[in-house]
């Protein structure tokens, strides 16, 4: 699935380059011609502007399932029975919950090589990629935190039960306590998502080609005209809106569903 | 005989007591729960244990599947010693069977499942043949109909019954049971009671802890009267409820009678 997403991330970044570029021919055109309607520059835009939203889509996705996957295990790692795993776990967890995340997307753009190599082959690190560590950072921590208090709202005769049946306490963890944190963990972990995906567009303060990146581009191509300014942002905020309030929605109703039935 | 440290126990047989409880202390921190109490239970005995709230009920049977640890004395199982460092917990607790006040069932799971789940994951035992058991389990606990209901579906009562079941899927030769109709409706209570009788009957060495006297008088064969951490007196039923010799027990059986 990471894969898939890390995929979809090189082709759009790829196609977007010269994309990227493209804002700059149209200035000229611009200049001559009559100044066009704010609608007609947005309806205009809109494919590329579209692109990069999809950018800041797998952006999102793949920091999410990154950072769900080693959230959940340094989630385990705070109720390790390892005294220096759990003391060590819980210190990741709250540095990264706590600091900005554009502090920590500036921190994986800067602390990550532009490129490592392994033996003779020679893996480019794209700052697209950077950025999905980047954000990847705050989810995991918040994944972690979410999980150790959904394992601690859990009822103690739950492990005690399990206990006395002869489980170990790793068939424990995986039977019986982490099915039963799914559900408690889903809408917080779906709030995190519609968070993490708006924070997305912090990626065009370090140079991803995403949504608001382009957006300014497109701005300036156009002339830098003030009257653009709202209709393009606009724009933008839209394409949030439309994708995050669903998510929101559903949130409220998996959230209303699960108090009903515990 | 064995020197009392160690690990290897003479093999058990059914005419030796099947728990042996000997001189336990327990404490939490500084505070002494337990104060040095024995008993002997032999194979296919009811033992109740009764006692007011706080006197170490609860840790005492606790102990015996190591969900406590004592901190001194000696408690064997079949002869397995359980104060000892190297014991085998889950070897323990595949014998000892044990039902709690608040049924913690596993609410994820449906009653089939619950009943289901310790035999196949904890046992590996084969899946059909596990199903087939949980379905005369709940047969057998009167829940026939209910396999498929979730815990949060069922009332109290057949929740502690599924709970029952859940134990005795593991085949144990022993059932731990801390009050376990405390939570209950007078009216359910009845039911449960009716389910642990006849275990008791069929010869399953039964610990209850109980508030329901009438039960205890009924089906125990022994009963234990604790207080403050100590053993207070314990009797046949008849002779502990007829006649009982200290001061505290008549106090208690005062107050509840
Ligand atoms: N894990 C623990 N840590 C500290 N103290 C404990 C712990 N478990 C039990 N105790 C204390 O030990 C004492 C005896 O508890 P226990 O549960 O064995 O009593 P009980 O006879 O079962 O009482 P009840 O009838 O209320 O269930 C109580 O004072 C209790 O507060
Ligand atoms: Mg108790």
Redesign the pocket.
Known sequence: MIAFAILMVAQVANGQAPAGDAPAAPVSEATTTAPATPLTVVLKWAPLLLKGFIFNIVISVASMALGTITGLLLGLGQISQRKWVAKLSWFFTQFFRNSPWLVLLFFAMFMIPFQITIGSVTIPLPDWFKAIIGFSLPVMANVSELLRGAIRSLPSGQWEAAESLAFTRTQTIWKIILPQCVKRMLPPWMNLYSLITMATVLASIVGVGEMLTLTAQVHAAEGGRPELFAPLYGFAGLCFFAYCWPISKLTQRLERRFNVKT | MAAPQATSAPAWTPDQPIIRVKDVHKS??S?Q??KGMSMDVKKGEAICII??????????I?CMNAL?DITEGSITVENQEVNDPNLDKLKLRRKVGMVF?QYNLFPHKTALQNVMMAPINVLKQDKKEVEERAHALLKKVRLTGKENNYPGELSGGQQQRVAIARSLAMRPDIMLF??VT?ALDPETVKEVLVTIRELAEEGMTCLL?T?EMKFARDVADHIYF?DK?VIVEHAPPEEFFDNPKDERTRTFLGQIL
Do not use: C, M
């Not at chain 2, 006692?51 to 005492?60: A, F, R």
């Open positions: 939490f921190g505070f729960v337990l006692g007011p709230s706080g006197s170490g009920k609860s840790t005492l606790r406590v006040q801390d009050e405390a802890v508030h604790t951490g």
